[in-house]
């Protein structure tokens, strides 16, 4: 028998409706900050993740799904959003907009990571962008965005993580000076750490092998080397959180799996869900339109984990209203029957109302007990003779209590009221 491919799930009814609880507020929150939706293709050309998110990087080195269509081109699916909406961004000419231009979808994104709780081949994200603007204002804004949507979800507990890791003026020089600290203890560190060393030295802030942790902890700061720019930009974006309440941990170890970060840096996490705790991340990064090839762009934008927000509440024992049950259900009795109950169920859609209809030719009993398992109010029984008068039994199925009525005036007597129907 066939299964889900590894790190894939199946979204099952039982599950929506916490995908529809926090699709809604993402649009209500959305909506608010003034964002407007975008919808980028699921795959793009190889290369924009290449120089978008970086080479050295992990998604870009290991996990990647690409693939060579059939004229030959490269293709990868979306490993992340940011690169593909700053390429819209371009190709569109948005800066001809009035900036920041504010965008948000809900994606899914496809890495070939090592499954576990949390961690998908396969995940989806609402991701937020606000590209034109420099002011660390809208960084805040957008940190303020994030935060609303968890806490109108009812998540708790959460754990705003911010630095900055500069930006191509003052981050190489601090990279000499991690790795001339490293230097001294190569012998020490773990096998990634002596990878990280030679490839992707910032990466070295972030290992969690106990091992490493001693050299860690007298790494140099990145926050005393950021240059007078990037360091007056961190300075007000904290003022601005503060100014609107927002509590955050400065965290000198917090660095990021994509390249494309300048300045601001954040993640968010949250408490009970295991070691893939990262509600969501994201940043500033004011040089990947040029990377791209586009004009000069600065950018921020964080993007959150649905999975992982659900798991959240889930872990929460946060309630979300159940998928409402149908209006009406019909069942019928004989051929006659089963076509004017066709009709009708189409009748009391147009009119806005849910009906579910039987099929086959189940007893009435049957047919009841489908009704019952259905969660509708009300069942209505079409029966030939009662047909041939224009009549239909109406059922309240928590007071099973029927009654005769005409079939003609059914829509209005099915709307629900504050009396009741029946
Ligand atoms: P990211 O940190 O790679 O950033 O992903 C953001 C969030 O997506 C994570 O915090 C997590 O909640 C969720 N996520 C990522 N990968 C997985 C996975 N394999 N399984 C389950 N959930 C996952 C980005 O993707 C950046 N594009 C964010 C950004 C937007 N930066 C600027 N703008």
């Known amino acids: 028998m066939f299964r889900a491919p590894r790190g894939t799930q199946d979204l099952l009814p039982e599950e929506a409706p916490y995908w529809r609880r926090v699709e809604e507020v993402i649009h209500q929150v959305c909506r608010r900050y003034g964002y407007r939706l975008i919808a980028t293709p699921t795959f793009e050309e190889t290369s924009l993740f290449v120089r978008g998110v970086g080479q050295g990087t992990d998604i870009v080195e290991k996990e990647m799904y690409s693939f060579e269509d059939k004229g ?25 907009l009035p900036q920041p231009v504010k965008l948000y979808s809900i994606i899914s994104i496809f890495r070939y990571e090592r499954p576990q709780a949390g961690r998908l081949r396969e995940a989806h994200q609402l991701n937020v962008e606000a590209l034109g603007e420099m002011d660390p204002a809208l960084d805040a804004e957008v940190l303020c965005l994030a935060l609303d949507l968890y806490r109108e979800l009812g998540l708790s507990g959460l754990s705003l993580q911010l630095n900055s890791t500069g930006c191509p003026r003052c981050r190489p020089a601090y990279i000499q000076e991690l790795k001339r600290y490293y230097l001294g203890h190569l012998g020490q560190i773990c096998s990634d750490c002596q990878l990280r060393y030679g490839k992707n030295p910032l990466r070295l802030l972030d290992c969690k092998v106990d091992r490493c942790q ?20 961190f300075v007000q974006l904290l003022k601005y959180l503060d100014l609107l309440g927002l509590p955050y941990t400065i965290n000198p170890r917090l660095v990021r799996g994509l390249d494309y970060y300048t300045k601001t840096v954040c993640e968010v996490w949250a408490p009970g869900i295991g070691a893939q705790n990262a509600v969501g991340g994201g940043g500033r990064y004011d040089g990947l339109a040029r990377e791209l090839g586009g004009r000069p762009t600065p950018g921020i934008g964080i993007a959150m984990g649905i999975e992982r927000i659900v798991m959240t ?8 209203r159940p998928e409402e049950p149908p209006r009406v259900f019909l069942a019928y009795l004989g051929q006659p029957a089963k076509e004017a109950a066709l009709r009708l169920s189409a009748t009391l859609r147009a009119a806005g109302l849910s009906a579910i209809c039987s099929f086959g030719d189940r007893s ?18 079409l029966g030939e003779e009662e047909l041939k008068r224009g009549l239909v039994t109406l059922r309240d199925m928590a007071r099973s209590q029927q009654v005769s ?18």
């Open 364 to 381: 009435l009993k049957a047919q009841l007990k489908q009704a019952g398992n259905s969660g509708a109010a009300y069942a209505v029984i």
């Open 313 to 320: 509440m889930k872990s929460q024992s946060i309630a979300v």
């Open 72 to 96: 030959g081109e490269s293709l990868t699916l979306r490993p992340e959003a940011t690169a593909p909406v700053v390429r819209a961004y371009l190709e569109h000419g948005m800066h001809a």
């Open 214 to 233: 001693p050299i860690l902890a007298g790494a140099p700061n990145i926050r005393s080397h950021l240059c007078p720019e990037c360091a007056g930009h």
């Open 405 to 422: 009525v005409e079939i003609e005036g059914l829509p209005d007597r099915l709307r629900p009221t504050e009396a009741g129907n029946v």
